[in-house]
């Protein structure tokens, strides 16, 4: 007997197998029981018709509780096009591997808080399943993107001694007797990581203890950081514009089926291709003041609503272009045309998703960078010295961002919350399970 999973079913019409899967949901009549199978790959119908099946294998197919998991073997037939997968089983055998008993998530709406009370179950469900198949497809289509551009997978260091994103969101430890912090961003590693092997990029967690509690925000997520030598800062929002329109064409193209068990309007995500639009800040302050916004003042940052506004302009992400200095971290590259402003640029998702990325082009002259350091506060002698010796030794202009996975999750799944972008979320008032 050939064991396959659920995902194979097409390659096995007529054919007699066996499945190792879980009871998703059930219902019967006196005469047929269909059982909703899942085992991971995917979720398919079996129906075990009374008159074809001896009677304790109808008993027991009538009686199965939900999440028992079971060997199941049966035919591979054509549903008729009635579920996406096509194919459906006929059962001739079932056996029990292990009972589940008061599954707590039931068919019915559950609230928010039990669900994610019962995240390492509740990821069991359709929706969940989708969800981590869209962030996997997602992954997946960034290290073949990134490999075809001819860019190295580089690991920077999750424990660090530098704080280039400020010092108010730390996770701070003690290393040995020396203070030592929870990775913000990989980007110092990987401007070092861009001069030894010019096109970079790291994926991997960040930590920031944001006393932020919404939808948008995690303490934990997951960044995509490219680093590039050789690179200005037009040449990385043609990058960027450009990997964000192939990993949402992958997702459409492999995960269509997920997308549409979301509920996800598919002919916003079809119209998201390169170039997009690029929004200077000035003009984006004098758009929201236009639109009525008298709660924002040049200087500012964006709140939500302000990044919702700019997003609904526009069918596509939009790159807000050349910030104030004083509002930027100290390693962006002054705009040589004004020194008031830094090359650098916020890519804000559409339909109210927020900033999916965030990048600039590095400043890369020695004195110039030296004197932001210590303007800043920071210690240019110890945690910073081999990051201002990069700008030592052959130092090349070069440039860099960072994409929030999550947010990006968010945005290409359509789901209202950050929390379901992510297997186990980490937030402000929850680190359980
Ligand atoms: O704009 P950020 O802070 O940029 C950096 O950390 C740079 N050092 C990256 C670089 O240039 N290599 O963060 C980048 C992105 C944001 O646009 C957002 O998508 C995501 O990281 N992000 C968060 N996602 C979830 N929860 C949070 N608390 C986030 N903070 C940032």
Redesign the pocket.
């Known amino acids: 007997m050939t064991t396959i999973s659920i995902s194979q079913f097409k390659d096995y019409e007529g054919q007699t197998v066996r499945v190792g899967a879980w009871i998703a949901n059930k219902r019967s009549s006196g005469k047929i029981a269909f059982l909703q199978l899942r085992d991971g790959s995917g979720f398919a119908q079996a129906v075990v018709v009374k008159a074809d099946v001896a009677e304790d294998l109808f008993a027991l197919a009538k009686g199965v509780t939900q999440e028992t998991s079971v060997w199941v073997t049966g035919t591979v037939k054509s549903d008729g096009g009635r579920t996406p997968l096509g194919f459906e089983l006929e059962v001739t055998d079932m056996e029990v591997i292990a009972e589940s008993v008061d599954y707590p998530i039931t068919p019915k709406e559950h609230g928010t808080e039990f669900l994610m009370d019962n995240r390492h179950l509740w990821l069991r469900s359709r929706r969940q399943h989708a969800i981590m198949k869209v962030r996997n497809e997602l992954i997946r289509a960034t290290y073949e993107f990134y490999n075809q551009e001819g860019f190295v997978k580089i690991d920077p260091p999750i424990i660090t001694s530098s704080a280039?994103?400020g010092t108010t969101?730390l996770f701070e430890t003690d290393y040995f007797g020396q203070p030592a912090y929870l990775s913000?961003?990989?980007?110092l590693y990987?401007e070092a990581a861009a001069m030894a092997l010019g096109k970079v990029f790291s994926f991997g967690p960040?930590f920031?203890a944001?006393k932020?509690k919404t939808r948008?925000?995690?303490?934990e997520?997951w960044?995509i950081?490219?680093?590039m030598a050789f690179f200005d800062h037009d040449m990385s929002l043609d990058l960027q514009e450009r990997y964000v329109s192939y990993i949402a064409k992958s997702a459409l193209e492999n995960c269509r089926n997920e997308l549409e068990l979301l509920g996800r309007d598919l002919s916003k995500l079809e119209k998201v291709q390169a170039p997009f639009p690029r929004v200077r800040y000035t003009n984006a302050i004098k758009f929201l003041k236009e639109e009525g916004f008298d709660d924002i003042e040049y200087g500012d940052d964006f709140g939500a609503p302000h990044e919702t506004a700019i997003a609904n302009a526009h069918d596509l992400p939009v790159f807000i272009t050349h910030w104030p200095k004083e509002i930027k971290?100290f390693?962006m590259k002054v705009d040589p045309e004004n020194p008031e402003l830094v090359l650098c640029a916020?890519?804000i998702a559409p339909e109210g998703y927020?900033?999916?990325?965030?990048?600039?082009q590095r400043e890369d002259d020695y004195d110039r960078l030296k004197e932001e350091i210590i303007k800043e506060g920071l210690d240019e002698t110890d945690a910073y010295d081999w990051y201002l010796e990069l700008r030592k030794y052959g130092s090349v202009p070069h440039s860099?961002?960072?994409?929030?996975?999550?947010?990006?999750v968010a945005w290409i799944s359509g789901i209202e919350h950050?929390r379901e972008a992510i297997p186990f979320p980490r937030l402000l008032n929850r680190i359980h399970p």
């Open positions: 280039p994103e969101e913000q961003t990989g980007q990987m960040t920031r944001e932020s948008r925000h995690l303490i997520f960044m950081e490219p680093e971290p390693y916020d890519l927020g900033e999916i990325i965030g990048g600039s860099g961002f960072g994409l929030g996975l999550e947010r990006t950050i």
